[in-house]
């Protein structure tokens, strides 16, 4: 169970204690990529404008979606040691995950790392929607590329990217060319009792000759379970089911003149989490692979996204406005039976026993999006771009507890043990501005400034055995400033010298109505220091990239407890501060070698009496040491068929559960799994992969957190272990 802000678990302190790189292995397949003398040139949009990678004065990593494909990536998760700084803290399936990078993890309940799909936020900005534990985890099929910005990102992408961005960019329709292509795949999971499958499809329809366009994908993928429960005797209870579909239309009704709109649904089934348990000692239950749930622990997730762009050139400069619209659902069960079923004597003076308790939690949102830039023409001495935001949430965090005996029958009088709804609205005006003068040829300044205003309003409603009655109101509203400047050197086309100050905030808001507690909590906000080297050499055989960082946190968010209860506060700092490196080299054309690494040294700088901690604790969930080796090689098999062979190594250091001087810290251990993959193309139409993930069946764990009972005594230990060994083949077909 995870702990959140405003939640029962956190309400009751009963839960858990608490460089740009190009990924290589498969870098000639890389995302938007365009020819120049002979040199193949990355495109991003990190500046929210189309930009050769080596000139973006920031540390961003890039992989492209045909990269996750031939590698059997599946979640996002599947990237941590992959990308220098990231650190996805899976929390048991698909879409349930904390994101950190460069040592900024939500200790709180609002997220530090932003998601965007295209042009557009599509993750909360609230506390109630537990978005710190939650976020999009889109098929890969359809992705053009993951861009991964580090450091705060507030001047051009807005509240909660204190850590960075993670950005989905898709494939956007092609006017010109009908294709299409189509897969199907099945997978075995080591321990798992079936086979997994997956089947997807593509296809680019240009309808009107340069003029209008469609593209459209379906994807599903059954993954089979591979946990055992040793309370009910049930097998491999942990299966999951995702389901994801694309429609994007592209018309371009005169030449000055783009209409891009687009329509994402993506669904996801578990009927149990990959967790394991372990007793208070470490000892595993079961065969090492159980858990011992009395009732399922099921997740649900449906997202609709719709987005619509137009752009206008006005020779000078785009005009661009982008309207989007967010549905997500959100449904879990939890087994509460340790935590609150243990509550049922004390309730009942002793006539009831223990009993199971099934904690049912639906959060909603509904999210709209504007923004309209103005965008200058790019290749100027003075490049500029102007622009206004607007969002609206609307969300719900419904919970329920509920009170059965052994045998399964409702126990009235604790029946339900407790309710509790949390409606929320969160409203935002923004106006931003970026721009790059380049003083020489050589000496280029980038800068940004933007201003925000959020008025935010919620509701407290709660009702039961276990939480105080209450239908109370709240509210606030705050205006925040962020910036960026980056001055940089560029020595030759080929390298670059920068450095880069920003900041970035994560929103406050109104707290949940308790003695004791501020009425409202401020925003915590990360002064991000940085210095980067970006470099191409041997024409260009080899690419570096290493930045060194230093990120200040101030008035951090975190738990405060009072009478048992708690809500949100601000206390504390901290600082992170490390170095990332990546290396691609191509000692010959078929052969890409890749490295690259993060050391990160995250602690607090003062004492936060509200988690335990001390100053100098390292934070939760922060590996000092991350890094991976790849390697791909590309070759002919005859006259009509193209062959590649790849593989990586990845490594994530140990890690603590809470900050070390909090006594319910648990140690996580490190690990290194082993990925390998291979190809074989026969007349560029019909392809044949296999790839085998942990290989040698590495269990990790990814995380792993102490359970409390009732009482707030230890109970037992959690673990989210790294999938078994995962071997895969899959068939496409282009057209």
């Known amino acids: 169970m995870r702990k959140s802000g405003f939640s029962l678990r956190a309400m009751l302190a009963l839960s858990a204690a608490g460089a740009a790189l190009v990924v290589p292995g498969v870098a000639h397949a890389q995302q938007a990529e365009v ?42 998760s599947d990237l941590t040691g992959y990308v220098p700084g990231l650190h996805i803290n899976n929390l048991g399936t698909p879409g349930q995950s904390r994101i950190a990078l460069r040592g900024i993890s939500p200790l709180g309940a609002s997220a530090s790392v932003g998601v965007y799909i295209d042009e557009a936020p599509v993750g909360s900005s609230t506390a109630y929607t537990e978005s710190g534990s939650f976020t999009i985890d889109l098929l890969p099929y359809d992705l053009a590329r993951i861009e991964v910005l580090r450091g705060p990102q507030g001047t051009l992408y807005g509240a909660s990217t204190i850590g960075g961005l993670l950005k989905y960019v898709t494939i956007a329709p092609d006017l010109d060319e009908f294709s299409g292509r189509a897969g199907v795949e099945a997978f075995t999971i080591n321990h798992a009792g079936d086979i997994g499958y997956a089947a997807q499809g593509r296809i680019n329809v240009p309808l009107v000759e340069d003029r209008l366009a469609i593209t459209a994908s379906l994807a599903h993928r059954s993954t089979s379970g591979w946990i055992d429960n040793v309370q009910t005797g049930a ?47 470490g000892t ?32 000078f400069a785009t005009l661009s406005s982008t309207t989007t619209y967010t549905d997500a659902e959100r449904f879990e069960t939890a087994d509460a039976s ?44 003075f490049e500029w771009l102007a622009g206004f935001f607007y969002t609206h949430e609307d969300a719900l965090n419904d919970q329920i507890v509920f009170s059965f005996d052994m045998d399964g029958n409702v126990i009235a009088p604790l029946n339900p043990l407790a309710t509790v709804q949390l409606p929320s609205t ?71 010298v920068y450095a880069r100050v920003a900041t970035g905030y994560r929103p406050g808001g109104p707290n949940v109505i308790l003695p004791g507690l501020p009425p409202t909590f401020d925003p915590d906000t990360v002064t991000n220091y940085e210095l980067g080297l970006k470099t191409r050499l041997f024409n260009p055989d080899m690419s570096i990239d290493v930045g060194v960082f230093r990120m200040d946190w101030d008035d951090i968010q975190i738990p405060i407890a009072f009478g048992g209860t708690s809500g949100l506060g601000n206390g504390a700092t901290a600082r992170s501060q490390g170095i990332e490196a990546a290396l691609v080299w191509q000692p010959i054309p078929a052969l890409t070698l890749g490295a690259n690494g ?46 590649e062979i790849g593989g990586g190594l990845r490594h994530v250091g140990h890690r603590f559960s809470a900050v070390e001087s909090n006594p319910f810290a648990l140690d996580i251990p490190s690990y290194t799994a082993l990925d390998l993959n291979a190809s074989v193309t026969l007349d560029e139409r019909y392809t044949i992969r296999v790839y085998a993930r942990n ?41």
């Open 695 to 735: 290989v040698t069946d590495e269990d990790g764990p990814i995380a792993r957190s102490l359970i409390n009972d009732g009482l707030n005594q230890p109970s037992f230990i959690t673990v989210v272990p790294l999938q078994p060994r995962t071997i895969g083949l899959a068939l496409d077909v282009a057209f």
């Open 426 to 496: 969160y409203e935002e005006y923004a106006g931003f501005g970026n721009a790059t003068w380049r003083v020489t040829d050589r000496f280029w300044v980038t800068g940004g400034l933007r201003w925000a205003h959020n008025n935010q309003t919620f509701r407290q409603i709660s009702a039961g055995a276990i939480v105080p009655a209450a239908n109370d109101p709240g509210e606030s509203s705050e205006s925040v400033w962020t910036y960026s400047i980056s001055p940089q050197y560029h020595f030759t086309d080929d390298t670059m």
């Open 284 to 315: 595993p239950v079961g065969n090492g692979r159980s858990n011992f749930n009395f009732v399922p622990e099921r997740f649900e997730s449906e997202f609709q996204y719709y987005a619509g762009t137009v752009e206008y050139d006005l020779d």
């Open 338 to 381: 340790r935590i609150f079923g243990t509550l049922f004597p004390l309730l009942t003076g002793g006539a009831i026993g223990p009993g199971v308790s099934p904690f049912d939690n639906t959060i909603t949102m509904e999210k709209w999006t504007e923004e309209v830039r103005l965008t200058s023409a790019a290749g100027g001495r």
């Open 598 to 643: 993060a050391y990160t040294d995250s602690e607090l700088t003062e004492d936060a009496p509200a988690v335990s901690g001390l100053a100098g604790d390292r934070l939760t969930h922060i590996p000092k040491f991350s890094g991976s080796f790849t390697a791909n090689y590309a070759f002919a098999v005859g006259a009509n068929a193209d062959a």
């Open 35 to 76: 020819e120049a003398s002979g040199d193949t040139i990355i495109i991003v949009t990190a500046q929210k404008r189309e930009q050769n990678l080596q000139d973006v004065p920031a540390s961003i990593s890039v992989v492209g979606g045909e990269t996750l494909i031939e590698s059997g990536a599946a979640q996002i």
């Open 235 to 281: 097998k491999d209870q942990n299966d999951y089911h995702q389901t994801g579909g694309r429609v994007s239309l592209l018309w371009q009704p005169v030449d000055r003149l783009n209409v891009h709109l687009s329509a994402i649904y993506q669904e996801l089934k578990a009927d149990s989490l990959s967790t394991t348990t372990q007793d208070l000692t």
